[in-house]
């Protein structure tokens, strides 16, 4: 599944932005989609899935509660809101795909496609 992510930018702590996923040669239905992150000099991390076929979601502590994935069937298309950003949110944030009936997974090596990367700065 070919991924094309969007929606990076620079903005102040406590502010908000919205990553867009989406994929323009097939649905998602039977797919997870999972945000990562990467850091400089860290090592990539999960943020949070989301099982577009029921909706299901599922994040990391450090950002239960201020991030937020939905997904448009339509414009098929996975979004992560994200509220209340800290400077330590500053990453490249990566979407990925893997086949799934519901499950949970939080490790990059099971997703077999990923997006571009789109970077996410957070001043103070």
């Known amino acids: 599944v070919q991924l094309q992510a969007s929606g990076g930018g620079l903005v102040q702590a406590g502010g908000s932005l919205r990553l867009s996923c989406a994929t323009p040669s097939r649905t998602f239905a039977w797919y997870a989609i999972a945000w990562f992150r990467q850091a400089p000099g860290k090592e990539r991390e999960f943020v949070g899935s989301?099982?577009?076929?029921?909706?299901?979601?599922y994040y990391a502590d450090p950002v239960k509660g201020r991030f937020a994935m939905s997904r448009d069937g339509v414009k098929n298309t996975v979004y992560l809101q994200m509220n209340s950003l800290k400077t330590e949110d500053t990453a490249v944030y990566y979407c990925a795909s893997r086949l799934t009936s519901d499950s949970i997974e939080t490790r990059a090596g099971k997703y077999g496609s990923w997006g571009q990367g789109t970077q996410v700065t957070v001043s103070s």
């Open positions: 989301i099982t577009f076929r029921s909706g299901r979601t």
